[in-house]
């Protein structure tokens, strides 16, 4: 089962409005990790916030870490057509040995109208 | 300067069959990992390696088993094939494995189709 569950499952809006989309998690995890990827391409990194931290900016974007509702939200401000794409979260937890086990949720798949 | 690199971009295999993929890190990167993503769904974690070592395994079966070479290039090896081994290998590099802190660069993946 996915650890990470991104809602909603698909948004569509016209650029230059906001886009907000959710990851819920169940379990205990050390930080959550936000990606994208625009059709025919690869999963790009977007940002990495830890389990300690409650809001991270990076450029147009926002995410923001509530570690006891066990959720994050990723914001897109004034959306562009090129922001059209599958958003992803992926939460990590630490295994034993020192393992790393990272899981990803199934996406929002974000449609930007110019 | 070259992005992780994956080969081959697709394949075909018959059931029974087994398979080898293959992921070229970003220069400098230590540490890759492998993962499954089927239509539909996110990436399912298989492997990470680091220095040569397995240091993460996800919840796949025993035919599925991979190693990372001295130049950190790493093969993706799957037994035994099944129908429902058919997705998109990802490969992933990282400049280190510690906790996840460090970012991962993935590849385009290689189309496995199982027939």
């Known amino acids: 089962s996915q650890q990470g569950e991104e809602d909603p499952q698909a948004l569509s809006i016209q650029e230059g409005e906001n886009a907000t989309m959710n990851c819920s998690y169940k379990?205990?995890?050390?930080?959550l990790q936000w990606y994208r990827q625009n059709s025919g391409r690869g999963l790009v990194h977007l940002i990495l916030?830890?389990?300690?931290?409650r809001e991270k900016h990076s450029g147009r974007l926002r995410v923001t870490l509530d570690t006891s509702k066990k959720s994050s939200s990723l914001l897109i401000t004034a959306s562009r057509a090129a922001d059209t794409a599958s958003y992803f979260c992926?939460?990590?937890?630490?295994?034993?040995?020192?393992?790393?086990?990272?899981?990803f949720g199934r996406g929002t798949s974000l449609i930007v109208h110019p | 300067d070259a992005g992780v690199t994956q080969s081959p971009t697709h394949l075909i295999k018959t059931r029974g069959q087994h398979v080898t993929l293959r992921c070229s890190p970003i220069s400098g990167h230590k540490s890759v990992s492998w993962y499954q993503r089927v239509l539909g769904q996110g990436p399912q974690f298989i492997f990470q390696y680091y220095e040569k070592e397995e240091r993460g395994r996800g919840n796949f079966p025993d035919r599925f088993s991979a190693r990372q070479f001295p130049n950190y290039s790493s093969e993706l090896n799957v037994n035994a094939l099944l129908l429902g081994d058919s997705a998109l290998y990802l490969c992933a590099s990282s400049q280190d494995f510690t906790g996840g802190l460090y970012e991962q660069y993935f590849g385009p993946g290689t189309r496995l189709t199982v027939t």
């Open positions: 379990t205990s995890i050390n930080n």
């Open positions: 992926a939460t990590g937890t630490h295994a034993s040995g020192g393992s790393y086990i990272p899981t």
């Open positions: 916030i830890r389990s300690n931290e």
